[in-house]
């Protein structure tokens, strides 16, 4: 070898040199300033099924931060819960701890496999760490092999005392007598303690055709007030009723408004009328029934012509009187005798 080229290649190995411990260098610094992780687990032995506590520490620099993932792949393990701390101040940078919550079913040594944690700086991932895979021995459960087996038990019977029972039995059916008996008094006649309805100061059917007249007027079914409009026209003849038989009609439902004409004597005919009319009513009123403007105006006369009907018409007063007169006239007596009699009783029952 001649002495130039010993002298070139000893320039070459001795810049080489210098190349390689520069790099030593370089990379003995990015080695100190690199994130790094560490995995401990709180033990290396668990039963199957038990939770497994995993202690994660990240040491990175504080203008970067730890993005945990959403989900990990851990198979043959899985993954419960994740719960990560705030990171705290550690030598020149920061550590973030975490610990991680994970369950097996299989038996054996298992391996928990390594996974990847992002680091960031708020707008992209920067670097990327990985934990050391870590074995865990997964168990089954220890079992009591130094007793026998014992059969199965039945269940087990409840003693039960029936003598003890029957008084609250009884109990029990005396209260759902006394509300059923409780509830239909109150449906007939609630808030009441008379048994009829007042006598009204003027004919029930003036108020009545008064009225229907009034809600004929009026502009409800020009503003498509279905509803309200059949509600008025109930209320009027349930009103009506009241005043003309003395029942609670306001008060009840339509087939106890119907049995209840029944046992005034109304006659079968005119109560199919009113069952009739106060069922069409029900279903605009409960079943949101809405029927047309002929139909509401049909109604109207319908009401109108069962109050014309049921109206009470009192006997003529001139053949009350001659009735009366005829009554009060005894044999021998003159016409204008009994006539005389009939005042003088009248003003003596007038004064009180």
């Not at 038990?153 to 006394?178: D, F, Q, S, T």
Request: glycine share 8%.
């Amino acid at each position: 070898m001649s002495r130039g080229s010993w002298g070139g290649n000893r320039r070459a190995a001795i810049v080489s040199l210098l190349l390689a411990c520069g790099a030593l260098g370089v990379g003995g610094d990015l080695r100190g300033q690199s994130p790094r992780v560490a995995i401990e687990p709180d033990t290396t032995e668990i039963h199957v099924g038990d939770p497994l506590a995993l202690r994660l520490s990240v040491e990175h620099p504080a203008d970067l931060a730890v993005r945990w993932p959403d989900s990990l792949s851990l198979g043959p393990f899985e993954a419960l819960a994740l719960e990560a701390s705030p990171p705290e101040a550690y030598g020149e940078g920061v550590r973030t701890p975490a610990v991680l919550h994970v369950t097996a079913f299989e038996l054996g040594e298992l391996e928990l496999p390594s996974f990847d944690l992002e680091l960031t700086d708020g707008a992209s991932v920067t670097a990327t760490v990985s934990t050391d895979p870590v074995v865990i021995g997964v168990t089954t459960v220890g079992l009591d092999e130094s007793g026998d087996i014992r059969d199965v038990k039945g269940p087990r019977a409840i003693a039960r005392n029936w003598l003890l029972l029957w008084p609250w039995l009884l109990l029990a059916v005396a209260l759902a007598g006394v509300g059923y008996w409780w509830g239909r008094r109150r449906r007939r006649s609630p808030h009441r303690t008379d048994s009829r309805p007042p006598v009204p100061a003027r004919p029930p059917h003036e108020i009545a055709l008064e009225a229907l007249d009034r809600l004929e007027a009026s502009p409800l079914l020009e503003r498509g007030e279905i509803k309200p409009y059949h509600i008025e026209v109930s209320r009027i003849i349930r009103a009506y009723l009241e005043g003309r038989y003395r029942i609670w009609a306001l008060e009840m439902i339509t087939p106890d408004v119907i049995s209840s004409l029944g046992h005034a004597g109304v006659d079968p005919g005119l109560r199919t009328g009113f069952e009739r009319f106060l069922e069409a009513c029900d279903l605009v009123k409960f079943a949101k029934r809405r029927p047309d403007e002929a139909a509401c105006r049909g109604i109207l006369a319908d009401a109108r012509t069962l109050v014309e009907r049921t109206k009470f018409v009192p006997p003529p007063p001139a053949a009350e009187s001659e009735a009366t007169a005829a009554e009060a006239t005894a044999p021998g007596e003159t016409a204008a005798d009994g006539a005389e009699a009939t005042a003088d009783d009248r003003t003596e029952a007038a004064v009180p």
